[in-house]
Nanobody, 116 residues
């Protein structure tokens, strides 16, 4: 059983940066493939970026070159560095397993708003 707690969201201006964190409970985090997902109002939840236990990453086309996913297994924490933020990045961001997120593991998420 794993629990994820997201944090670090907020208001950022277009072109600005933000770093999201996801703290995971349990002792198996280092073995998990995990990802960041986001959901804008009225939209479906989409994968943003993912990382394997070995550090291999993949990104959705709409964030390639702007966002960076990373993990610190010693701290049981997943990160998402958001650079050059755009208004269309406004959404609630969640972390969960990848490629098959579990309905039992969705947390509260963290709200990111990109606006001037």
């Amino acid at each position: 059983q794993v629990q994820f707690v997201e944090s670090g969201g907020g208001l950022v201006q277009p072109g600005g940066s933000l770093r999201l964190s996801c703290a995971a409970s349990g002792s198996i985090f280092s073995l998990l493939r995990v990802g960041w997902y986001r959901q804008a109002p009225g939209e479906q939840r989409d994968l943003v970026a993912a990382i394997t236990s070995g550090g291999t990453t993949n990104y959705a086309d709409f964030v390639k070159g702007r966002f960076t996913i990373s993990r610190d297994n010693a701290k049981n924490t997943l990160y998402l560095q958001m650079n050059n933020a755009k208004p269309e990045d406004t959404a609630v961001y969640y972390c969960n397993l990848y490629p098959h997120p579990s309905r039992n593991y969705w947390g509260q998420g963290t709200q990111v708003t990109v606006s001037s």
